[in-house]
């Protein structure tokens, strides 16, 4: 097998996050996975390929190995940690010999890290089933994911609201079966050959053909959904966000994704919520962030002023001898936790001192005969006079 660079046969940068090689990889293993393919060499090829990259990115200490070296083998990775076997030997290649392609994910692991059976387990659960009696199988519906943009008020105190989501429900003539009986045809979509020519970037694919599991035959489609078991619809759905959500927080509405196969339940609807700025408060995390301006009496001799928070008006002392830019903490005055809302971040006021508009010829006076009364020069550590 030739050795081809293992970032470029997942598709991912070099610096990928672990999360976008795990992903990758999935993506690529639904294609390429043996049992999707049946008796295509090239996909096989690819799929160990892809493997065997999966298995060295994916685990810190063998990536790192690979980086530096640009390639991996035990030896290496004994070498780079400091030990005594040989700096060099030629990697031995990725072990497939306890991998059984048609097995289930439960024995696929035989000399397989535990993420590579993980990724497994949930790709293709009950895979050898389903090729001992390919016929449709009930499919939950695929999730759906949503955009909504709230103000940064709403975001604080949560919201519930309507939005219209594009989704797909399970046929109410068939039940999702895609048939209502009848004789068995031969299945129009693949012509009674069991398998449906994909393609995927340049190549071409061979997959098992859903609408009739690979059978070739099938009872006649439903008249109302064609036979796909589901319908489009355009639905309202009532959504509530919680308070404390912040950019990019995900809200999950339960069963409002598109519609199950054969009485599989539907998918969810995932919101991702998009926050507004606000005029003057910032935010991080559950910490809020706010400047207030003071006057001059109030930071040399003292006060107590009234800020604003997220959730009403508040009171701060300000110290004697307060300067500008000095911050203040009210504790839980925050935004609310997303995870219990009952606890909330803090708020930190940052005063800022300002000057009043000297229009007065008395307020002209007074400051001249503070200035002759307070003579300290604050450039003095600077070295100006
Ligand atoms: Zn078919
Ligand atoms: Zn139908």
Redesign the pocket.
Known sequence: MAKEDFYKILGVKRDAKPEEIKKAYRRLARKYHPDVNPGDKSAEDRFKQMSEAFDILSDPKKRSVYDRFGQYSDNLANAAAGGTGPAYTRGAPFDFSGFDWGATSTSAGAGSSSSFRDIFADLFSGGKAEREAPRPQPQKGADIEMPLSLTFEEAITGLTTSITVNRSDQ?S??HG??D?GGSVITCPTCKGSGQVQRAGGRLRFTQECTDCGGTGKRRPP?S??K???T?AKTENVKVRIPAGVDTGSRVRISAKGEGGRLGAPPGDLFIITNVGRHQYFTRKGDNIYVTVPITVPEAALGAKIEVPTVTGKAQLRIAPGTQSGQKFRLRRRGAPSLRDPNTHGDQFVEVQVVLPKVISEETKELLRKYGQMNTENPRVAMGLE
């Open positions: 046929c003539r068939c079966a895609g209502t439903c109302v959904c036979g796909k078991g319908l």
